[in-house]
């Protein structure tokens, strides 16, 4: 099956086939998209077969050809960050929230984690799989071309099983990459609250092996917070992901100044996610390190709390990765476009940036560089052609609307 794509107004984030690959950009480099203008593109049984100027586009034929005047393309969103399985939403702690109990404080009285987690455990895993597979296809609707999802509403053996098989059969059941991250580490069970060492020893002595042997996870996740797992907690947590292979991808500095990022950059995670807390010490333990910083301002947003530093960290020489966290609890929201608003708008990041923050830094927060991120010979055809806009700014300005027309995967 060969797509054609004629008259694109801007093809965005073109990659030379020549030049040696971009695996993530930093720093100033993240100001730039390479773009052509009035281009064609190539698609031919799902890779990037070839691209140009129109004025030298060869004779050639194709099973569809797509006339896109007036409408840009760009690689498909990378959304290295989402909890997408779940069982039920969280309305009530959002209104109790909004009356002025925090986060942390519904989290001490069980609900947060664990009420997602008893609703996980009483759902059959069909319909868990059902209404994943609908959110799925929705933020797909919105761009997004290759995602992440933690499990991490299970906090058992059984349940964390369950939506790792879930994540499973959604790869399966959509023409787009998903990567799988272990969880378990999210919350403390209730039965747990008074030995909490039990329940990193079950995970790393009953869970993890089971999950290494089904080759159920790619990465080991684990929420590093006071009050949720220590740092002692997530050191031994990560090793013990690291005897199977699984490297660490880790929510850090969310709530405080924890050492998350400086234990993550410590035990080679490929990630270190959230990031509201970063001052000098956490920006000098990513210098000179290849974790990448991502940055989930659509939590910061939906909770209220202050968002990321993005200047800093950019200004710093860094790269920047963006992704949703799409979740109940904290961000109810898989949809990139609205993101790149955020980010825009309160992380003072210029629309060059955002979108290099989810696409090729996307990509890479997920081992997908190779694949994914920029439109370049070889890679995987998962692009977005837009609405009809003017310009790239126009993505992240429009807020609240939705300026993909399609998604080709
Ligand atoms: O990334 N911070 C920890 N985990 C999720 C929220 C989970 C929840 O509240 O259900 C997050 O924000
Ligand atoms: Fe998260």
């Known amino acids: 099956m060969r797509i054609l794509i004629t008259n694109i107004a801007a093809l965005c984030q073109t990659e030379a086939a020549d030049t040696t690959p971009i695996r993530r950009v930093a720093g100033t480099a993240m100001s730039s998209i390479p773009t052509v203008n009035d281009a064609w593109l190539v698609i031919d049984n799902g890779i990037i077969h070839s691209y140009g100027s129109m004025k030298s586009m060869p004779e050639m034929t194709a099973d569809e050809t797509i006339d896109a005047t007036g409408r840009m393309v760009l690689p498909a969103w990378c959304d290295s960050h989402t909890h997408l399985v779940f069982a039920a939403p969280r309305d009530g702690e ?74 499973r059969k959604l790869r399966e059941a959509v023409n787009i990459p998903v990567k799988a991250s272990f969880l378990a580490a999210h919350a403390y069970p209730r039965a747990y609250r008074d030995n909490k060492e039990a329940y990193v020893d079950l995970i790393i002595n009953k869970m993890l092996p089971v999950v290494a042997a089904e080759g159920l996870a790619d990465y080991m996740d684990v929420f590093c917070e006071q009050g949720f797992f220590g740092i002692p907690e997530t050191e031994r947590l990560l090793e013990a992901g690291w005897k199977y292979g699984m490297k660490p991808k880790i929510h850090a500095n969310q709530l405080h100044h924890s050492g998350g990022v400086q234990t993550g950059v410590k035990h080679n995670a490929l990630s270190v996610d959230h990031l509201e807390c970063v001052g000098d010490a956490e920006i000098e333990a990513l210098k000179g390190s290849q974790t990448m910083p991502v940055l989930l301002p659509g939590a910061a947003f939906f909770l209220g709390i202050t968002y990321q530093p993005a200047r800093r960290i950019i200004d710093a020489g860094l790269p920047v990765c963006l992704a949703t966290d799409y979740n109940p609890g904290s961000c109810p929201s898989g949809n990139v476009p609205l993101l790149l608003s955020i980010a825009c708008t309160q992380l003072k990041m210029t629309p060059e940036e955002a979108i290099n923050a989810v696409t090729i830094n996307g990509a890479a927060a997920m081992e997908l560089e190779d694949k994914m991120g920029t439109i370049k010979h070889g890679k995987l055809g998962n692009i977005i052609i837009t609405e009809k806009i003017p310009s790239l700014a126009y993505i992240p300005y429009d807020y609240g609307n939705m300026p993909v027309h399609r998604l080709i995967c």
Request: charged share 25%; aromatic share 6%.
């Open 94 to 167: 959002f209104v109790d929230r909004i009356k002025g109990v925090s986060y942390e404080e519904i989290a001490r009285r069980g609900g947060g984690i664990l009420n997602s987690a008893d609703k996980l455990n009483a759902m059959d895993e069909g319909l868990l799989y059902e209404q994943s597979l609908q959110r799925l296809h929705k933020v797909m609707s919105q761009g997004t071309g290759a995602i992440e999802i933690k499990s991490g509403y299970g906090l058992t053996l059984e349940g964390e099983l369950k939506m790792l098989r879930v994540i």
